[in-house]
């Protein structure tokens, strides 16, 4: 199985950026579809951003469309999700996750992924 761990996290102000990564161990992430999830205080984990096992396919939630990407680099194990024009409501755990799914799609229900991280925590202020 594959162990996860996200780093890059922080306090910025609104309109900044951040770019969270999303190391792998055990198994390398090509071998899956990987997700972000957040999740703000009092509210359920939500899906951010997705790319497929393969590469070829994204989804974002319309919330963060235009504003963050999802990217992977296999050579270095590793998932990002670069973020541009933060607003207070990104405010969240952001939690990388991995998916067994061999399709081309990408799915973005929190029960469909098999592996998580422990989380990083983004805060946004005004």
């Known amino acids: 199985q594959v162990q996860l761990v996200e780093s890059g996290g922080g306090l910025v102000q609104a309109g900044g950026s951040l770019r969270l990564s999303c190391a792998a161990s055990?198994?390398?992430?090509?071998?899956?579809?990987m997700g972000w999830f957040r999740q703000a205080p009092g509210k359920e984990r939500e899906f951010v951003a997705g790319?497929?096992?393969?590469?070829?396919?994204?989804y974002y939630t319309d919330s963060v469309k235009g504003r963050f990407t999802i990217s992977r680099d296999n050579a270095k194990n590793t998932v990002y999700l670069q973020m541009n024009s933060l607003k207070p409501e990104d405010t969240a755990v952001y939690y990388c996750?991995?998916?067994?799914?061999?399709?081309?799609?990408?799915?973005?229900?929190?029960?469909?992924?098999?592996?998580w991280g422990q989380g990083t925590q983004v805060t946004v202020s005004s």
């Open positions: 790319i497929s096992r393969g590469g070829s396919s994204t």
């Open positions: 055990g198994r390398t992430v090509s071998d899956y579809a």
């Open positions: 996750a991995a998916d067994r799914y061999y399709g081309v799609f990408v799915r973005k229900e929190v029960y469909e992924y098999d592996y």
